[in-house]
């Protein structure tokens, strides 16, 4: 594993801001990859671009150094002023060896992630990889190290509990909302139309709702949601006026004081009397306290959420030490899985040389012993050589693979 090696600029050293001057798009990607490869002799290279980490996974011979990282990140061309490069190049982590395919399986089992176990890092990695293989810039080596990595990577999301718990506020709550079996035409009203409310919208999408009533301070925005889940789209100050009724409330706004107090929720109700949902992610709770005294209601609500959460991201660290022993048995196999593919790829000539060598016998060396031969007798020695042909090409690969794997 010499040869492999990983320049990453992630998340954890570089400012998401500065990070992004290193993304590189889709339609210069060839020309740069092309530029870095010719410039320093890189047999085979992708490249990884998340919003979290940029990274060059590459074969080659020399180390990497600071200078190197240097001229390697003036090549792409990046707009990095000249006199904030050394920053850069500070900021920077470099592995070689056994360490990058350590840290890029790692990468790929999310253990090196802002949110440890999602699993779109093994997707995005793919994605890059294959990217970058269409393009002609990996070959054997590099596939054989990705083979190894999404091998590694379903391991670690099938037989530990890394991925099994939702840590995600939003999640929780639509999990918790789907528990209660409601149809797809119950009557839904968003309140607010930020990121929070946008994402369970999707959720809520997904699984066919269908009804909603979306209300937000700014009109345009609720619009925007609204068109998006072919809903209605109000003013917040709608919100006291509105009449058809509802089955949900979801709620999420930057508002310092309850928006849903007493008076609004008797006014929504507008006489119904059976038990309503309301989840509120907001924070301060949008939710007054009186609605929840005086009113039957499923009460979904972002504390209590926040502590499942963190339970469950607690029991996704408790799994990393198991994650960390699959990396290792990977590498493990790999070893003896490089140095067969290295021993195939070196034994290659040989059926070539045998040919040249059969040729040269025949046509040369005892072509005029063979003339004076009658046909039953060329006929006998061709078998012959054939055969010979044939065993001398399997019996040194044969050989190489017995005294690999008893060196192993």
Known sequence: MKQLKVLAFTHQQIDLKDLGKLVICNQSLVSRLSAVKQQFGIAEIFYVGTCNRVEFVFCASQQITPAFIK????????????????????????????????????????????????????????????????????????????????????????????????????????????????????????????????????????????????????????????????????????????????????????????????????????????????????????????????NPVHYIEVKSLQEVANRNMQERYQEHVHAEVIIEQTIDEFRPLLKQRRIELAMREVPLKIKEIKSMALNSVFAEDIEQLDDNSREVLERVINYMEKKYISVPMVMAKEILVNNS
């Open 71 to 294: 001229d390697f990140v003036r090549s792409l061309d990046f707009c990095i002023e000249e006199n904030r490069l050394d920053d850069f190049v500070h900021k920077a982590k470099w592995y070689e060896d056994e360490e990058a395919l350590n840290h890029l399986l790692r990468i790929s089992c999310s253990l090196e992630s802002l949110v440890v176990g999602e699993k779109e890092i093994l997707a995005q990695v793919r994605k890059s990889y294959e990217i970058c293989r269409e393009a002609g810039f990996t070959g054997d080596y590099l596939r054989m190290i990705m083979n190894q990595v999404v091998k590694a990577a379903k391991r670690v999301y099938t037989e530990t509990r890394i991925s099994k718990n939702p840590i995600s506020v939003v999640s929780l709550a639509y999990r918790k909302l789907r528990e209660l079996n409601m149809c797809s035409n119950s009557r839904i009203l968003i309140v607010g139309a930020g990121e929070t409310n946008k994402t369970i919208s999707k959720y809520l999408q997904k699984h066919k709702y269908s009804n909603f009533a979306v209300f937000n301070r700014t009109l345009s925005k609720a619009e925007d949601l609204a068109r998006d889940l072919r809903g209605e789209a109000y003013p917040l100050e709608e919100l006291k006026n509105y009449r058809k009724g509802f089955d949900v409330i979801i709620t999420c706004t930057s508002a310092t004081e309850p928006l849903i107090t007493n008076d609004i929720y008797q006014s929504l109700l507008n006489g119904e009397t059976d038990k309503k949902v309301i989840v509120d992610l907001a924070i301060p709770n949008d939710t007054d306290t009186d609605v929840l005294e005086n």
